[in-house]
């Protein structure tokens, strides 16, 4: 790709998130990520080009160098950073300022700088291109999947109920979402395949923005911040059913759209539990930890007591969570350590260098992090190591997973016996090859630590206070059912209205079946 010499009509509005704004190729798999300012800044630039070449320079280096070693070089893409004609840029600008969400446009996109992340589209992965349908691409944000040592923490409910689930109350209070997602991380970084199935379940009722479904890298499903609508779950089987008709888990010729959902996530969970090119290696036992399990989780723990528990350890969630536990103090334990090195900062700033707080993000810094000593002896370095092992582990907590599924191609038989055979042993969803990328590596500010403790402490409050109970005027979780906990080993039992229950919602039109939860389908 030559970006000397480009052309705004060959890119398109991708996404963006708080920092920056994506668009894709219209043909090569290709994303350009650019860097936005807030409106306030529109005219007047915060930085250089220079600085804003030496930020996404440090990204590539910190997701290169320090994430990718902890995480696994076969799913991260680090990039590169590209210069482009400033003509390109502004014009590309307004090309897709009629795209933006309004609740993003407080921030526009730097105009000024010409400096760009260059990246592999992975909504639309190269492998797809001998395939007659286009790959499914399922781009997941697990958030944090275990809860903190009660040794560090002030309130004891942070070690029985997770951070995402109290989390949901405060931003259903805030009113950013209209309902409270009953998904879990540590459902999902569980390593249970029930678990992890009931888990991803509910990321789809409530995709929120944890869960955004492509198809040959156009977004087919996804959530509305803000928004009273829930996402149109029969446009998402429409698109997936042609993936799934091959299957055995079907009606009179017809595949049941519960069969359709469960071979989608048994699919997804496989890709996940997989290690690239591997059976996903060696499980880590995670039962006899007691930092597995969340109260807030409407899934029935007895159901697992003598079942597998653990992930396997070259899987892309076992990496992340490896990550992630790189946090070993909580935001409370780790806030005097960054006091202290905040204090040294201002009476030796020089020292700002030296301890790398702002980069190089190289290999000594990632063995400063790795070789850190496990008791506090009073220095800064100390409090240094720690407090870049904390932002390690937010970037971590805060990244998103992208599982790319392409259909296989399914061999003629001549001999029927034998196909019927194959079918008759085999009752799983049509094969799928698969690809794991995680996204979203930037390391995080390290004035953001104070925002992250005031943050703790506004989620806690709020839980504390509402008892977990939601606020008036947030929306009812489903329109037609109640979810139980059901006091004996059995599964957690989903209890339809009686509407519900009198008809069969496996062979209905998806005209018919507009409106229901996915609860019905299950």
């Known amino acids: ?13 991708h996404g963006e998130g708080n920092k920056s704004l994506v668009v894709s190729h219209v043909q090569h798999c290709r994303v ?13 630039p915060p930085q250089t080009a220079e600085q804003a070449f030496r930020q996404i320079q440090n990204i590539v280096d910190f997701s290169s160098n320090v994430m990718s070693s902890l995480l696994g070089g076969k799913f991260v893409h680090s990039g590169e950073v590209v210069r482009l004609p400033l003509e390109f840029v502004r014009q590309l600008s307004i090309k897709i300022q009629h795209q933006r969400p309004a609740w993003r446009c407080d921030k526009v996109m730097d105009i000024y ?123 998402l089987l429409h698109h997936l059913r042609p993936y799934f008709l091959r299957g055995n888990n079907r009606i009179n010729g017809h595949m049941t759209t519960k069969a359709v959902l469960n071979d989608f996530i048994q699919v997804l969970v496989n890709a996940l539990l997989s290690a690239s090119g591997g059976d996903g290696g060696q499980v880590t036992d995670r039962a006899g930890g007691g930092r597995s399990f969340c109260e807030a989780s409407l899934f029935n723990t007895e159901r697992v007591r003598h079942g597998s528990q653990g992930l396997p350890t070259n899987s892309v969630l076992s990496r992340i969570l490896q990550t992630q536990m790189l946090d070993t103090l909580d935001i409370e334990g780790l806030y005097p350590l ?32 790795q070789k850190s000593s496990m008791e506090d002896d009073g220095s800064v370095e100390y409090a240094a190591a720690k407090v870049h092992q904390y932002r390690i582990a937010m970037t971590a907590k805060d990244c998103s997973i992208m599982a790319a599924l392409v259909p296989g191609v399914e061999e003629e038989n001549d001999d029927e016996d ?40 506004k989620i806690v409050s709020c839980y504390l206070r509402t008892g977990g109970a939601l606020p008036r005027g947030s929306l009812p979780l489903l329109p037609s059912i109640r979810t139980e906990r059901c006091s004996s080993s059995r599964c957690e039992q ?8 009198s008809k069969e919602v496996e062979t209905e039109p998806a005209s018919e079946s507009r409106g229901r939860s996915i609860q019905d389908w299950f």
């Open 494 to 501: 989903t209890v339809l209205s009686a509407a519900a229950r």
């Open 418 to 457: 034998l196909s019927s055979q194959k079918h008759l042993r085999d009752f799983r969803p049509q094969a799928f090859s698969s690809s794991v990328s995680i996204l979203d590596l930037d390391p995080k500010p390290l004035d953001s630590i104070p925002r992250q403790l005031r943050l703790d402490q």
């Open 338 to 369: 960054y006091r202290r090195l905040e204090q040294h900062l201002q009476d030796f700033p020089k020292d700002r260098t030296r301890l790398q707080i702002d980069g190089p993000y190289d290999q000594n810094f990632l063995e400063k992090v």
């Open 32 to 44: 350009l990520r650019l860097l936005k300012y807030p409106a306030e800044d529109s005219e007047n």
């Open 1 to 13: 790709m030559e970006f000397d010499r480009m052309d705004e009509n060959d890119w398109k509005y």
């Open 113 to 235: 700088s010409g400096c760009a992340l260059c990246l592999p589209n992975l909504t639309s992965p190269t492998l797809h291109q001998q395939t007659p349908s286009p790959p499914l691409c399922i781009e997941i944000k697990p958030k944090c999947g275990f809860l903190p040592s009660p040794k560090h923490v002030s309130k004891d409910i942070k070690t029985r109920v997770c951070r995402y689930c109290m989390h949901q109350h405060y931003k259903v209070a805030n009113g950013k979402w209209k309902r409270r997602s009953l998904y879990c991380p540590l459902d999902l970084f569980s390593g249970n395949r029930q678990r992890m199935h009931f888990a991803i379940r509910h990321l789809i009722e409530e995709p929120q923005n944890n869960l955004k479904v492509f198809k040959g890298g156009q977004c087919i499903y996804s959530s509305k911040e803000g928004s009273d609508e829930s996402p149109d779950l029969n446009a």
